[in-house]
Structures are given as C-alpha cells and as structure tokens.
C-alpha cells in the first residue's frame, strides 16, 4: 500500500499556501472586476454527466495505485480539490469572463486559455529536469484544458469542473508520482488525444 507524504506538517502548509491564493482573487475579482463566474449552472447535471468518465478513470487509477487512506491523504485530497477550485477560478472562470467581456470568440477563447492553462503547468516540467516530461506535461495539460474549457462554456457550471480536476489532480499525484511516471508515453497521448477530441465534439453537439 502507498503512503502518502509522511511529512503531514508540510502537506498542510501546501494547501495553506494554495487557500491564500484563492481568498485574494476571489476579494479582488468582488472588488474591482466584477467577473460573472458561473459556480452552479443550470446544466450543472450536464456537467457532471460529461466528466463522469474522467472521473471513474481518476477513481480507478486511485484503487489500482493501492493509496492508504490515513490522515495525511484525506488532508492531500482536500488540498487537492483546493488547488482545483483555485485553478478552475482561473482559468476558466475569470479568464473566460474576461476574454468573453473582451469580445474573444467561443473557439479562440476555448484555445487560448488552454494554451495559457499548459503555459502555467510547465513550471511542473521544469522543476523536473526532464524535457521529454516538460512536452507531454505541457500537451496533456491543453488537451486537458480544450476539455475542461468546452464544457465550462456549455453549463457555466464551475464547481463540477473544479471538483473533477481536484480529484483528478489527487489520483496522479497523490502516491508522488508525476504524470509522467503513470502509465507512460503512450498513455499520455491517448489521453490528451481522447480530451481533445471529446472536446471538439462536446462543442459542436452540445446546445
């Protein structure tokens, strides 16, 4: 059975970390942007329907890796899904209501952010040292946010997302594995190719 990060006093002022940056967006956005985040859209159900396969596949690889549920996963779990409402907030709530008041298209809106969402990710990548890692880290992360941008788009439902790319967040690494080091190359890119293509369909299909 895996354990998850033994040092509990440093899981904690992680997540401590990441709350500190969500508080002051959330203020700042109040104060002085005035974005219209969608937090439960009424296609919040549709929502869950589209990312229900992400998450069985999270919730599975989370089974198979044999994570102990101690003190020190529930406290990670948590952090987790902090760090996914922060950066849902981000990226597809503020960023999208920001480009959207700018006038920015569906599709170039879609695109961009995905682009600036992959962007942020390769800081992962670099702390690593490992190039190859950097590329699949960056292209997993687009194909990740072309998914994720489609169907905040279609349901302005925020809180489904963010809980799906927490957990998500939690399963990968969560043993302390990257990405990287889950199931190889070619699971990587079947993945990033199964999010963009899901994508691509979910915003032509859905009304």
Known sequence: MTKL?????????????????FLPLILLNMILFHYAIGWWGT???????LLLPSLLYAFISTIAQGITWNTTAVVYLIGALVVGLTEEYIFRGALFAAFSKAG??????????????????MVNGLAGGNLIALV???????????????????TKALLP???????????????????FNMGGITNILILTIALII???VYQKKIA
Do not use: E
């Open 161 to 179: 997302i963010a809980f799906a790319h927490g957990f998500y967040d939690f399963s990968v690494l969560a043993p302390g594995h990257a990405l």
């Open 104 to 121: 920015v298209g569906d599709t170039a809106l879609i695109v961009v952010s995905a682009v600036i969402f992959a962007a942020f990710h």
């Open 5 to 21: 990060f033994g040092n509990l006093g440093t899981t904690i002022g992680a997540q401590i970390n990441d709350i500190w940056w």
């Open 43 to 49: 296609k919040a159900a549709l929502a869950w329907l």
């Open 198 to 200: 899901l994508g691509v």
């Open 136 to 154: 699949f880290q960056v292209l997993f992360t687009f194909g990740l946010g072309i998914f994720l941008g489609v169907i905040y788009l279609k």
